[in-house]
């Protein structure tokens, strides 16, 4: 009995060179002196992939094209130089799954790809594939390929793999086998290969070394020399829940009700962080708030939009559908709000800067000169502060003021943004 | 006045992340995209180990390698990345190998509107394996769901060797509520468990609960083989042996076989009422406002916030038999888990609260139940 692979009933048509890859590994490997609970051999979909059962290895059997990237991940995972992770994937998977092939060769993961490039795809009956050569009948074409497939060992290693070989899989090469095997790192060696059912069958009378010279295929060796394999280590990092994020409770509030307020300005004009510090600091008043922000994908540029709502007791709907409060200080925000401020009733407050056009609205308008008097990067923050001391006191004046102080806009934003005469 | 407090102003994504770290994730797998921006960064600054993949395809398959090998891999995404995924998902499903995926939804279809949140995805979740079976789907309905679920998705995927989704929307991840830490519960921790037994190894031998014993590829012990394709108990590959049939039923009866141990939901019944009002996620907030003041109308209604959506729980039935009328609130067009709950032509005593583009809000669903009162 073989230590490997049970090589006596392999479940490849006769002649096959799947068979003859699968036997030069049995032997490479014996050669190398692993145990076979060393050896994780990921298969993919394809003939190749139907080995599985006769290994003696641990074995994996993923998807079409995949096996690399799950590869890929139990050696990640292993983290174990000792245990040697190999790929069986045939030239369909590799074109399938190119993708999972170059991540794993760049990332420089510490695992062996062999490639059983018998140039079309066998199980699905000979379509072609991205590596079939040039005049190479198929299903595909039955005329013969049009041009030569792309040459996968010259991707990898443009991708940086530490170890790209293609062989022309003929007899006994399990010491280039072995040498892919003992690779440190990243390793893919492409197997040329002839299917028989097939790749034969379609060529019947031409000799295989006959399309690799059409196509320009040759066996060939590329290596990056001195690249550390993948490594991973676990680390030490701080919770995201502290007590730091507490707001302590330092200020008495006697407004009682809920506020929904729409905060709409221009992006880089600090509206996120005005609304957050204006939430904070109901919560420092005893009251409850939430916020979020609408601004568009590229958030350098536009409208940057903040719903605050500020109650006596618990919030659940955080939507704003008609806000109570409308807090304008760019042409941005006012486009962005504009739909809700129209449906505004006279129960409604809207502030406005005073540069700005005002809207046709039922609410109460209430225009001031918030880009004039600070600038256009705390118009935000001192139009809600405006609010609060102005128009509606939901809480101290004061609390605004200290969370202002503790909040990453400390020093930077002077506080004078906060006052009024 | 000086209280100690521990009231805080933070979102979801904040939440999730931490409690999967507590709660034993090993590790964050995943590829950017909204509305998960959050969870992505808090994961890099928080997790043990923190692994950015080219795409989701590649972060599943990842994913399932770190699961093979014995970890506790978690990842987030929204619909475009989650449709990559499927077929590793399936790969994952018919595997067993544990991990949890957090699907934040957004609007759509295809790429939508990134920042807009919707519920559009739970139909593609029911018909995710194919064959149909179910894959365990919790839904955080506020924020101390968004604590407590992802311990709970992780126990289920250990004790059940299963894939799980964590389903949310980009208003309960992106939102910043006032939160008090007092009120978050100690996690207990979940630890994978390996197969110790002198007895040879079956990695699909079903255990007393129908679920295998789980032991990583790579050990020294035991020979393991995981497979996507159709087979035995051994991992041998089968066209449709009657032992490959059992073990391919067994990865739904494993799940029902199971659920009272990871079944949630909150049923806040009032006597006598006619009306049930049925809600989850993020229309679940609304759903609980809309039902306090419905109540303060003098209206009888009671409330099943549902947290643990797949498998459907055949006891929800039993709840369903004491209403005249049953009012299925969910943010998208034809009330995705209302055709799970009650098939396409429900009759006229179950409606649906509807909408997209906008969260379903109280004044929607009051008008919703006395409209059809
Ligand atoms: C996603 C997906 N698409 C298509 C298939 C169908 N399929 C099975 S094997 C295969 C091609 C196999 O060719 P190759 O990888 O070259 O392996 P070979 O059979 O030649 O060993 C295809 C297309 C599949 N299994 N999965
Ligand atoms: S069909 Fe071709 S590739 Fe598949 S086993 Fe037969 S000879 Fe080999």
Known sequence: MTKFVETSNLPFCPGCGHRVAVINTEKALERIGLNPLDVILVTDIGCHGIVDKNFHTHTIHGLHGRSPALAAGVAAALRNPDKKVIVYMGDGGATIGLQHLVEAAHRNFNMTVFVLNNMLYGMTGGQGSGLTPKCYKTMTYPEGHPQAGYDLVELIHAARAPYARRLVGRGDYSDIVEEALKINGFALLEIVEVCPSYGLKFNRGKRLDYFLEVSGIEEKLLIHENRQPFTLSERETAPLLSEKLAIEVEFNSDFKGTKRIVASGSAGEGVQSAGEIFATAAITSGLHATKKGAYPVTVGVGFSTAEVIVSDSEILYTGIVVPDVAIITSVDGLGHSLSRIQKMTEDGILIIDDSLDVPETRAKVIRHPFRKETGGRTAALRALAFYNSKVERLFPEEALLQTLRRSKLAGKVKENVLKFD | ?373
């Open chain 2, 1 to 373: 006045m000086n209280v100690k407090s521990s009231l805080t102003l933070l979102d979801g994504s904040r939440l999730i992340v931490e409690s999967f770290v507590k709660s034993g994730a090993d590790i964050f797998i995943g590829y950017p995209i909204t509305p998960t921006n959050w969870i992505y960064s808090y994961s890099q600054k928080r997790f043990p180990m923190m692994l950015a993949a080219p795409d989701e395809i590649t972060t599943l398959q990842w994913m399932a390698g770190w699961s093979a090998a014995g970890y506790l891999p978690v990842t987030a995404t929204s619909f475009p990345g989650f449709a990559l995924m499927v077929e590793s998902i399936n790969m994952a499903y018919m595997m067993e190998l544990p991990m949890v995926i957090t699907l934040a939804q957004r609007l759509g279809p295809s790429t939508g509107t990134a920042t807009a949140g919707a519920q559009g995805d739970l139909l593609l979740i029911n018909g995710l394996i194919s064959g149909g079976y179910p894959i365990p789907t919790f839904s955080p309905s506020n924020m101390k769901d968004c604590w407590e679920l992802p311990n709970l998705a992780l126990r289920t995927a250990v004790e059940l060797r299963t894939p799980v989704i964590l389903l949310t929307s980009k208003e309960m991840v992106m939102t910043k509520f006032t939160v008090d830490l007092g009120d978050l519960k100690e996690l207990p921790r979940v630890t994978r468990k390996f197969y110790d037994g002198d007895e040879p190894f079956h990695p699909y031998k079903p255990g007393p609960n129908l679920v295998p014993d789980f032991l990583p590829v790579g050990n020294d012990r035991w020979q393991v083989r995981f497979t996507a394709s159709t087979h035995n108990q051994d991992g041998i590959i089968q066209h449709t042996s009657p032992e490959a049939m059992e073990n391919t039923k067994r990865l739904q009866s494993k799940l029902y076989r199971n659920l009272d141990s990871f079944l949630r939901f909150e049923f806040d019944e009032t006597p006598g009422a006619d009306t049930l009002l049925v809600s989850y996620g993020i229309t679940a907030l609304a759903a609980r406002e809309a039902t306090h003041r419905l109540r303060s109308m003098g209206y009888r209604i009671s409330l099943l916030i549902v947290k643990t959506l797949l498998p459907v729980a055949p006891f929800f039935y039993r709840i369903f038999e004491h209403y005249r009328r049953i009012v299925v609130a969910e943010e998208n067009l034809n009330g995705e888990y209302k055709e799970i709950l009650f098939g396409k032509n429900p009759g006229t005593n179950v409606v649906g609260v509807n909408g997209i583009g906008k969260m379903i809000s109280p004044d929607d669903i009051v008008e919703g139940v006395i409209e059809n009162d």
